[in-house]
Every structure is written in structure tokens, then in C-alpha cells.
């Protein structure tokens, strides 16, 4: 049960982190740019994935989901269908920004040609995705811990003083939109997962360790983020605490942005390509067809189309899981 249970713990992780996370971009944007508050608001971020995400795994488990528009149809009722068209929009435009992400690590950190990293992590994808939900497993099981790891000797190589300063009402909002918006991507992986783990209790532990596990990688990511002087003029800003305080470190820090980036990559393609599939009847050209796809988008701009999406996507996920809360738990 345990191992079950760390497997899905891990998932949990590797899927609601990504490019954001890796870079420490979003950690600055929902929690470290308001101050010591941050500690708090983490903390009922932590407490809102423990309970939020085992109970849309439990949910799921007795609805016997495979997929997340299922999910939906039991959340959303009726207008289920335009949310799910809504959200297959919105994961394949995050999915192609990972995929844009992964790209960017190659060119930025590597020096290398962006197209050697698409290509690479668009092959890593289709290996990946041809043994399911296990590759996505194994994918996990690699990148997690190392991350965890990471976290923690940045936690001790940096102390952090917390400095008390009056916080505006948007910080009490963020812990509440931050995991609203990762558990709805999420639901693509955990929806099935828990339909295939079955066991509630393997399910319900893993769901603990997993907000347990988030929740500690947040704030050791804050405190070192919070010493970092002009936070907001950094666009990588975790590279610079990465410089300062373990430089020789470095290169493993770039393998791990990229482990989170096709980790989350790895996780909307498997939920795009598992709703695509059921239209078709070879599901490996369905792959190889998304992928190329992606990666055609890749290339394109697109901030003009996220910058409508996501707000979007963000009122959706509010009401998502407010619904997640309200609706009655299946017997």
C-alpha cells in the first residue's frame, strides 16, 4: 500500500508542477511577492491539496471516472460539454507552453539549438505515453525525489528573515486561485489514476502525501526566494538563488527544470491524448498526430490567446472546486 501510495503522492507533485514552479516564477507571483504572509497563505495552500486533491481522487474512484470529462459531467451537470470543450483548449495551449519551455532550457541554459530540445522532449513524450499511466509513473518516480532533494538543501543553505508587513487582500485570494488552478489541470492524471489505483486508503494516503510534499517544497522555495533583493526584475528568479547559493550545483538544477517541465508536459498530452483517442481507432498515430500538432503551436505566438485563456480558466477553476466541495461524495 505504501509504495502505491508514494507512486501516487509523486504523480500528484510532478503533474501541478511545471515551468512556473521549476523557475520560481509562480511561487513569486501567488505567494513570495507579498511577504511573510507567504508563510501562512502556503500553509492553507498545503491544507487545500491534502484535502481538495484526495477528495477529487476518492470522488473519482467511486464515480469510476477514465477520464476527466466524466469527472465533470458528475461537477458541472448539464454545461459539462462546453466546459470540457473549454478546458481541452486551454490544456493543449499549457501543454504547448511546456513543450515552448522545455525548448527554452536547451537555448537558455544549454546553449544548444531550441529545436534540439523540442525534438528530444517530444520523442522522451512518445516513449513515455506508448506504457501509460505507468510511464508516467516511472517519469515521476525520477524527477520528485530528485526535486525534493533539491528543495531541501535550499531550505538549508538559505535563512530567511521574516519581515511583517501589511498584506493587501489579493494574498488571502492567492492560496485559493493557485490551487484551484493546478488541481483542475491536474484532474487529467489524477481522474484516471484513481479510477486504476481502486483501494481508498492507498488513494487517501497518497493524496496527504502529496499536499504534505507540495506544501514543503513551496515554502522551502519561498525562503530562499525571499532573500533574493528586486525579486520581480528576475525572470528566472530561482536560477539566482541557485547561483548564490549552490553554483556548483547548477547543472542539476537545469535537469530538474527540465524533469518538472516534461513531467507536466508529459501529463497534458496523456489527458489530450486519451479524449482524442476514443475517436479513433489507432490511438498511436492519435500520438504522433498531437504531438506534431504541439509542436507546430510551439512555434507560434500565443501569449495573446493564453492572456484570454487563462483569466478564463481561472474563473473556471474556482468554480471547480467549489463544486469539488459542495457536490455530494458518490457512495
Do not use: C
Not at 501589511?166 to 488571502?172: E, S, Y
Not at 516534461?262 to 481507432?281: D, I, P, T
Request: charged residues 10%; aromatic residues 16%.
Amino acid at each position: 500500500m505504501w509504495m502505491r501510495a508514494i507512486q501516487i503522492a509523486f504523480v500528484y507533485v510532478g503533474t501541478v508542477v511545471g515551468a512556473g514552479f521549476a523557475t520560481g516564477k509562480e511561487i513569486v507571483q501567488f505567494f513570495t511577492q507579498y511577504g511573510a504572509i507567504a508563510v501562512v497563505t502556503i500553509a492553507v495552500s498545503g491544507g487545500l491539496f491534502i484535502f481538495l486533491g484526495t477528495r477529487l481522487m476518492i470522488m473519482a474512484n467511486r464515480l469510476h471516472a477514465r477520464s476527466y470529462e466524466q469527472f465533470n459531467a458528475y461537477l458541472f451537470g448539464k454545461v459539462s460539454v462546453v466546459v470540457n470543450l473549454f478546458m481541452f483548449v486551454v490544456l493543449f495551449s499549457v501543454t504547448a507552453v511546456m513543450l515552448s519551455g522545455a525548448g527554452a532550457v536547451f537555448e537558455e541554459q544549454l546553449h544548444m539549438r531550441a529545436d534540439v530540445g523540442l525534438a528530444l522532449t517530444m520523442i522522451l513524450a512518445f516513449v513515455t505515453m506508448l506504457f501509460g499511466l505507468n510511464g508516467i509513473l516511472s517519469v515521476n518516480m525520477i524527477v520528485v525525489p530528485l526535486m525534493i532533494i533539491f528543495s531541501f538543501a535550499i531550505s538549508l543553505m538559505n535563512e530567511s528573515d521574516l519581515v511583517w508587513t501589511k498584506p493587501p487582500l489579493a494574498a488571502f485570494f492567492s492560496p485559493f486561485a493557485y490551487v484551484a488552478f493546478n488541481l483542475a489541470m491536474a484532474q487529467v492524471v489524477l481522474v484516471p489514476l484513481a479510477t486504476e489505483v481502486k483501494d481508498e486508503k492507498t488513494i487517501r494516503l497518497g493524496g496527504v502525501l502529496g499536499g504534505v510534499l507540495l506544501m514543503f517544497i513551496l515554502l522551502s522555495s519561498h525562503f530562499a526566494l525571499s532573500l533574493l533583493p528586486n525579486l520581480q526584475s528576475y525572470s528566472i528568479p530561482m536560477a539566482e538563488v541557485v547561483k548564490r547559493s549552490l553554483a556548483s550545483f547548477y547543472g542539476l538544477y537545469v535537469v530538474i527544470i527540465y524533469g518538472e517541465i516534461f513531467s507536466s508536459f508529459v501529463a497534458g498530452v496523456f489527458g489530450l491524448h486519451r479524449k482524442l483517442a476514443l475517436f479513433f481507432r489507432k490511438p498511436v498515430f492519435v500520438l504522433i498526430a498531437l504531438l506534431l500538432a504541439m509542436y507546430a503551436f510551439s512555434l507560434v505566438g500565443y501569449n495573446a490567446l493564453l492572456s484570454v485563456l487563462y483569466p478564463l480558466f481561472g474563473y473556471m477553476s474556482i468554480i471547480f472546486i467549489f463544486l469539488l466541495f459542495y457536490r455530494k461524495m458518490p457512495s
